[in-house]
C-alpha cells in the first residue's frame, strides 16, 4: 500500500496565515493591556504569551493551517530569530550582566544537569511498571529517541536534529516525541510566565537577594531614558539594517563554516559546530554583544530596538504554535508520561538548588528556559521578568547549544543503560 498523505489544510497561502497570526498576536496584546475587569483577571491566570502558542496551535489542531506545510516557521527562524537576537543584544550592559554573580551560571549547570539526570531516571522509574513503553529496538528503541528530546532540552533544535541523525531515530518515533517535547516543555514555560508575575512573593520566601538584578534593569532602563526619542524612518532603516545585516553575515559566515568543518572535521558534529543554524546563533550574539560596546550601536534602543526584536520573537513563538498538534497527545500518551517524569526531576532539582544558594526565581525561570526553551523562548521568559532582562536569556541559551549535544549524548547513554534489553 502506498503511504497515507496528509490532507492539505484549509489555507496554504503563507500570506495568509501571515495576516491571521498577527491578527491573533495583535488581540493577545490588546486584550492583555485592557482595562476591563474580565480582560484583567484573565490575564491574571492565564499568561498572555502562551495564548500566543496556544491559538496558532488550535488553528493547526483544526486543520486550517499547518505549521508543516507553511514555511513561516523557516522564515521566522532563520531570519527573524537572528535579527531578534541582535536586537536585544545590542543594548547589553555585559558589565551589569557580569555583576549578576555566579548563581546565574550555577542555576543555568542545574537546568542542563536536571535535564541529564532526569531522562535515565524516567527510563528506569517507568521500566518497573511498563517495560514496553521504554522498550523497543533498533531505530524504533525508545531511549534513541529520547535522547533528541534531551538534545532540544539542553541545546535547542541544531542539537535535537544532530541527535537524531547519531542516533538512527526512526522518523515516526521521532515525530510523535517532537509533540512530547513541545507540549510538556510549554506547560513548563506556562508555570515559569505564572512564577514571574509573582517573583517577589517567591523571592521573599527563598529570602532571595535580587538586588544584582534591580540594578541590571536600572542600568537598562537609564539608557533607554537617555536615548529615548520618536523614530524616525532613518532610524528605523539604521536598526533595521544592523539586525538584517548581522543576520545576513551570519548566514554567510555558517554557509562557509559548518561545510567546512563537516568536511575537515566531521567528529565535531557532536558539538553541533557542522549545524549552520549553530552558526548564525552564534554569530548573531556575539555580533551584537560587540556592538553594545560602542556608544552609538547601544543608542538604538532609544529607538526601539528591543520592542521591534520583541516583535520578531513573537512573531517566531506564533509559528512554532503552528507546529503543534493538541490531538498528538492521543497518539501515543505513554511517551508523554516519561516526558512528565523527566521535567518533574528537572523541576525538583532547580527548586531545590535554588532553595540551599538562596537564588532569585528569575535565575531558575531563566536557567531552566535557557535550557528546555533555548534562544527562542528564554529572551521572551525574561522579559516577562522585566524587557530589560531579555539580553541574560539570550546569553545563556547561546551556553545552551555550545553543551547541548554533548549533554545529551552522556544523557543518551545513560538511558540506553536504564532501559530495558
Not at 558534529?269 to 548573531?284: C, P, Y
Not at 560596546?293 to 534602543?301: F, Q, T, Y
Request: include cysteine; aromatic fraction near 10%; charge should be positive.
Amino acid at each position: 500500500m502506498p503511504p497515507e498523505v496528509a490532507p492539505l489544510p484549509l489555507i496554504t497561502n503563507d500570506a495568509v496565515v501571515l495576516g491571521i497570526l498577527f491578527i491573533i498576536l495583535a488581540a493577545v496584546f490588546v486584550t492583555s493591556q485592557s482595562e476591563r475587569p474580565f480582560w484583567k483577571r484573565f490575564y491574571g491566570y492565564v499568561p498572555a504569551l502562551l495564548l500566543c502558542y496556544f491559538i496558532p496551535s488550535l488553528f493547526s489542531t483544526a486543520g486550517i493551517f499547518s505549521g508543516d506545510v507553511s514555511r513561516l516557521y523557516f522564515v521566522a527562524s532563520q531570519y527573524l530569530l537572528p535579527a531578534s537576537l541582535v536586537l536585544l543584544t545590542v543594548s547589553i550592559d555585559l558589565r551589569s550582566i557580569m555583576r549578576l554573580g555566579p548563581k546565574a551560571v550555577i542555576m543555568f549547570l542545574g537546568g542542563t544537569a536536571g535535564v541529564m539526570i532526569g531522562g535515565p531516571v524516567a527510563v528506569l522509574l517507568i521500566s518497573y511498571f511498563n517495560p514496553a513503553l521504554v522498550g523497543g529496538v533498533g531505530p524504533d528503541a525508545v531511549w534513541r529517541g529520547l535522547a533528541t528530546i534531551a538534545g532540544s532540552w539542553i541545546g535547542g533544535g541544531a542539537n535535537q536534529t544532530a541527535m537524531k541523525e547519531i542516533f538512527g531515530v526512526s522518523d515516526n518515533l521521532f515525530s510523535a516525541l517532537i509533540a512530547v517535547d513541545v507540549l510538556v516543555a510549554n506547560v513548563w514555560m506556562a508555570c515559569l510566565l505564572f512564577a514571574a508575575a509573582r517573583a517577589k512573593r517567591i523571592d521573599a520566601w527563598l529570602g532571595a537577594d535580587t538586588s544584582a538584578i534591580a540594578v541590571v534593569k536600572q542600568k537598562v532602563e537609564e539608557l533607554q531614558a537617555r536615548s529615548a526619542r520618536i523614530p524616525s524612518l532613518t532610524d528605523l532603516m539604521v536598526l533595521l539594517a544592523v539586525g538584517f545585516g548581522i543576520t545576513a553575515l551570519g548566514h554567510v559566515i555558517a554557509d562557509v563554516v559548518a561545510p567546512f568543518i563537516e568536511a575537515r572535521a566531521p567528529q565535531l558534529e557532536q558539538f553541533s559546530l557542522t549545524s549552520k543554524f549553530f552558526w548564525i546563533v552564534v554569530v548573531a550574539t556575539t555580533a551584537g554583544l560587540i556592538l553594545s560596546a560602542w556608544p552609538r550601536a547601544r543608542a538604538l534602543e532609544g529607538v526601539g530596538a528591543s520592542r521591534i526584536g520583541s516583535a520578531f520573537l513573537y512573531v517566531l513563538v506564533a509559528t512554532i504554535g503552528m507546529k503543534m498538534n493538541l490531538l498528538a497527545i492521543f497518539a501515543q500518551p505513554g511517551l508523554f508520561l516519561i516526558g512528565a517524569v523527566w521535567m518533574l526531576v528537572h523541576i525538583t532539582i532547580m527548586l531545590t538548588l535554588a532553595y540551599f544558594i538562596k537564588a532569585p526565581v528569575f535565575f531558575v525561570a531563566v536557567g531552566s528556559q535557557a535550557n528546555i526553551g533555548g534562544a527562542a523562548s528564554a529572551p521572551v521568559v525574561a522579559s516577562a521578568f522585566h524587557p530589560a532582562l531579555a539580553p541574560v536569556g539570550v546569553l545563556l541559551a547561546v551556553l545552551g547549544y555550545a553543551l547541548g549535544t554533548y549533554g545529551a549524548w552522556i544523557c543518551a547513554m545513560l538511558m540506553r543503560a536504564a532501559a530495558p534489553m
